[in-house]
């Protein structure tokens, strides 16, 4: 997945989700590496409300931000991609905090002049885009006909996407996924072989809580992994590293969680809340929140990198 940038379907390749094919060397032949499929939602063109098609626009000049969102920065890369082989799917979410969902054999090769007409591009999809990160209301569509439409901020705060989604196959749910949004909670998903991707629950918890109330504050997040104790067992564990205040230019305290991924407690108002199971804070157990790191699951220990020159690890007493 790309960031920024112009996009031309032939050598620029801006806000895009590409599948690159590789051709090892051979005797005297250099190795190559090439796009082969692509889809890509927006171009940066379209989201400061020029004519969409633009293969080229200048930074700083056309892409000065138009509004508080500075919507010359809405990197679909800023997440990561995740591949459901047995699906035929390529998933991923930006900092728009929406996912697609591509067909891995079939992207669409999006042009100039699919921004055009979204509702055909959006269609190359295996299923429509989805609100990921946090939900503003049924009033704000995910998939747009104007895609500045989506320069806006649920609350006032960010809610972009940092990290790759967690896949678990649960024996409770069947194909899941996991992910938590900057100022956002921990959120679970089903998705199934038609690309349908339904929400479940989410976390009580939210990352970066005592960060202030700012546009460009709480970043970047929850960063997520995922343990079990074999398959078909229903003892699926994930685990998530939060910063307590805004990890963006400065070093804050974090927070090392583990959440049940099979079975839900409700909240007061019926919904379904994901159970926190342990949390590293409740312990006294103190660290420098290591931004885009996740915990690292082996061995029965859990290993986390921090930013005080250490590598914390927790395991059974």
Not at 87 to 95: M, T
Not at 203 to 214: D, F, I, R, V, Y
Not at 298 to 303: D, N, V
Request: with cysteine.
């Amino acid at each position: 997945m790309t960031g920024n940038g112009s996009f031309d379907g032939k050598t620029d390749w801006g806000e895009c989700i590409l599948k690159l094919q590789y051709t090892p060397p051979k005797n005297a032949t250099s190795g190559v590496i090439k796009v082969i499929d692509w889809w890509s939602p927006f171009s940066d063109a379209g989201r400061v409300g020029k004519d969409p098609s633009l293969p080229h626009i200048e930074e700083g000049g056309d892409l000065a931000p138009s509004n508080m969102n500075g919507a010359d920065d809405m990197d679909l890369g800023s997440g990561g991609p995740v591949c459901i082989e047995e699906f035929g799917i390529v998933a991923g979410a930006g900092k728009d905090g929406i996912l697609y969902v591509t067909n891995m054999n079939k992207m669409g090769k999006t042009s100039n002049k699919s921004f055009l007409n979204p509702a055909a591009n959006y269609g190359k999809l295996k299923s429509p885009p989805i609100w990921f990160t946090f939900f503003p209301g049924f009033q704000t569509s995910p998939f747009p006909r104007d895609v500045s439409k989506l320069n806006f901020l649920f609350n006032g705060l960010t809610h972009h996407q940092h990290s790759t989604p967690v896949v678990y196959d649960s024996p409770v749910h069947g194909k899941m996924l996991f992910n938590w949004g900057e100022n956002g909670n921990l959120r679970a998903w089903t998705i199934d072989h038609t690309g349908k991707v339904t929400y479940l629950a989410c976390s009580a918890e939210t990352a970066s809580p005592q960060a202030p109330l700012s546009t460009n504050g709480g970043m970047p997040g929850g960063m997520l992994s995922l343990s079990c104790n074999g398959k078909n067992t229903g003892t699926g564990l994930v685990w998530a590293l939060i910063p307590l205040g805004d990890a963006n230019k400065q070093l804050t305290p974090g927070i090392l969680s583990c959440y049940d991924a099979d079975n839900f407690a409700n909240f007061p108002d019926g919904s379904k809340q994901i159970r926190l199971l342990w949390r590293s804070s409740d312990w006294g157990l103190d660290f420098t929140h290591p931004k885009f790191n996740v915990p690292v699951v082996s061995g029965g220990k859990i290993f986390v990198p921090t930013y005080d020159a250490r590598i914390d690890v927790y395991g059974l007493a």
